[in-house]
Every structure is written in structure tokens, then in C-alpha cells.
């Protein structure tokens, strides 16, 4: 079956620390996406990236750092700069270039906790 | 800017219960418009989008109708279920790949 994978499920940091959290693809999408989502707010956008090697800040890039080394994979560091990186973690991917291109299909989350 | 505004919940309905959410939204252009539901622990799921003023986007009995002379794409259900508890996110895509979400409705049903 296709779709988004992201792991772990469950997250815990000690403060200081670097973590990385895993998203992976089969979809054959071009075009993946950082989401942060904090209790009862929505979805705010942190990287994306249209094409592999090429990605871009959202609104909430800071503290963050991202990768695209291969179309089906985009990893997000949690870096010792973001200031308050306890959250839920939402990735999704789309096409691009289809009569779908504008549709975001999300994977199941990854719920980070800093100690 | 692009943005969304839909109601604050939390919204609790009885099983069998018609169900309203509303949605309204500030964009330049003609953005697409999507409700997303997120059961909980879970990613987003897509329920449904419509493209064009005057769509009418449907699925699992939930519908929305997009209102350009509103600009709204208010959610509806004619009877909910135990099972549509959930957070319900109206978003949308002005075609830039900058995806706008509103806060998200939390909808519980009870039996």
C-alpha cells in the first residue's frame, strides 16, 4: 500500500539535544511538507520542499533544518535552538504538475517531548 | 493575506444530530478549499475539497459547498455518528504550495 510513514511515534529529547525526526514517501510525490502542531491550533507550516536538493523555510523555520537527498525521504532536526519544540510533528507530501496538485496527504505524526 | 477563520468548538451533538461548522475564509485569487479530520493520536485525514466557486465537495456523508460571494466552505452532516468525533480543519491552497489551516472544531458525539 502507498503512502506516508513517519517515525517514531512517540519522541522524547533531553533539553540541549539535536533529534531527527524520520518522513518516507511511496507515493512518487514531488512535493513533501513540515507541519507543527500545537494543542488546539492548527497546523503551522515549518519546511517544505518541491523538488529533491531543493527545499524552502515556512513560517516557523527557526530552530529547524531539513534535508532532501531522495524524492521518497525528508527528514526535520529538531535542533538544541528551537526554544520550545514539544509538539506534534505532521509531514505530508502532493503532487505536482496533476489535476491533484494542491491536495496534501499527511502521515501519521510524530509526537515530540522535550524532558 | 491568505487565512481561515472557522468556529471555535468544542462542538458536542447528540448521535443522529445535524451537524454545522462553519468556515469562512480571506484569499486573493481562487484557492481550493479542504476539510481535513484528525482522529485522536492520528495525522490528517483529507475528507473532502472542492476547486471552484460552486463546488460541492462530499464524502462519508459529510458535505460543503464553496461560496464565493461568502467566502465560506461551511462542513455539514444531516445525522453524525459516535464515530465522527474528531477535529475537524478547514484549510486552504491559493496555489503556492502555502497551505492555510483554520484552528481546527473539536466534535464530540455522544449516544
Known amino acids: 500500500d502507498g503512502g506516508i510513514t513517519q517515525s517514531p511515534k512517540y519522541l522524547f529529547r533531553k533539553e540541549g539535544q539535536n533529534v531527527t525526526l524520520s518522513c518516507e514517501q511511496n507515493l512518487n510525490h514531488d512535493a513533501m511538507y513540515w507541519y507543527r502542531q500545537d494543542p488546539g491550533q492548527g497546523l503551522r507550516l515549518i519546511y517544505y520542499?518541491?523538488?529533491?536538493?531543493?527545499?524552502q523555510k515556512g513560517d516557523i523555520a527557526e530552530g529547524y533544518s531539513v534535508s532532501r537527498e531522495k524524492k521518497e525521504s525528508f527528514p526535520l532536526t529538531v535542533t538544541s535552538a528551537q526554544k520550545n519544540p514539544t509538539a506534534f510533528y505532521l509531514c505530508?507530501?502532493?503532487?505536482?504538475?496533476?489535476?491533484?496538485?494542491?491536495?496534501?496527504?499527511f502521515g501519521p505524526g510524530t509526537r515530540l517531548t522535550v524532558l | 493575506g491568505n487565512s481561515v477563520t472557522q468556529m471555535e468548538g468544542p462542538v458536542t451533538l447528540s448521535e443522529e444530530a445535524f451537524l454545522t461548522i462553519n468556515c469562512t475564509y480571506t484569499?486573493?485569487?481562487?484557492?481550493?478549499l479542504f476539510w481535513y479530520v484528525q482522529y485522536p493520536g492520528e495525522g490528517l485525514q483529507l475528507l473532502l475539497k472542492a476547486t471552484k466557486a460552486d463546488d460541492k465537495g462530499s464524502n462519508k456523508g459529510f458535505e460543503a459547498t464553496y461560496r464565493k460571494e461568502t467566502t465560506s466552505f461551511h462542513l455539514e452532516k444531516g445525522s453524525v455518528q459516535v464515530s465522527d468525533s474528531a477535529v475537524y480543519f478547514c484549510?486552504?491552497?491559493?496555489?503556492?504550495?502555502?497551505?492555510?489551516f483554520g484552528a481546527g472544531t473539536r466534535l464530540t458525539v455522544k449516544p
Open positions: 520542499s518541491q523538488i529533491v536538493n531543493d527545499f
Open positions: 484569499a486573493t485569487g481562487y484557492p481550493s
Open positions: 484549510a486552504l491552497m491559493p496555489g503556492n504550495n502555502d497551505m492555510r
Open positions: 505530508a507530501s502532493s503532487i505536482v504538475h496533476s489535476h491533484d496538485t494542491d491536495t496534501q496527504y
